[in-house]
């Protein structure tokens, strides 16, 4: 834990490898001490089609999502640690959005094939 999904607009990365993106961001979470690195997940979705404030304007949104019972300021150092590692990206979108999501740890499962 934590799930982390990024969507973005394709044109962003256009011959671009995307794996050094997903690296930084990984690095930059593990770095915080928030969550054990071994856990944390990430992927990545490119989007073709958009429209940023009526007009294309490229942008990334992130959603972390995390199992419930963490409180304001965990979730708040979560997202500024993800747009840190962004920010070393000097990545040309319009905005970088980040939003953190309590997945309900009653029936959240989980299994580990051996």
């Known amino acids: 834990m934590p799930h982390i999904i990024i969507e973005y607009a394709e044109e962003l990365f256009e011959g671009i490898e995307i794996q050094p993106l997903l690296e930084v961001?990984?690095?930059?979470?593990?770095d915080?001490?928030?969550?054990?690195?071994?856990?944390?997940?990430?992927?990545?979705?490119?989007?073709?089609?958009?429209?940023?404030?009526?007009?294309r304007a490229p942008y990334i949104h992130v959603q972390a999502r995390i199992k419930s019972g963490r409180d304001a300021s965990n979730k708040k150092a979560l997202g500024e640690e993800i747009l840190v590692g962004f920010k070393?990206?000097?990545?040309?979108a319009s905005?970088?959005?980040?939003?953190?999501?309590?997945?309900?740890?009653?029936?959240?499962?989980?299994?580990?094939?051996?």
């Open 25 to 30: 961001i990984h690095r930059s979470i593990a």
């Open 32 to 55: 915080s001490g928030l969550f054990e690195e071994s856990h944390i997940k990430i992927r990545a979705y490119p989007f073709k089609e958009f429209t940023n404030a009526g007009k």
């Open 88 to 92: 070393t990206l000097n990545i040309q």
């Open 95 to 114: 905005v970088i959005t980040v939003e953190i999501i309590d997945m309900d740890r009653e029936s959240y499962a989980k299994h580990t094939p051996k």
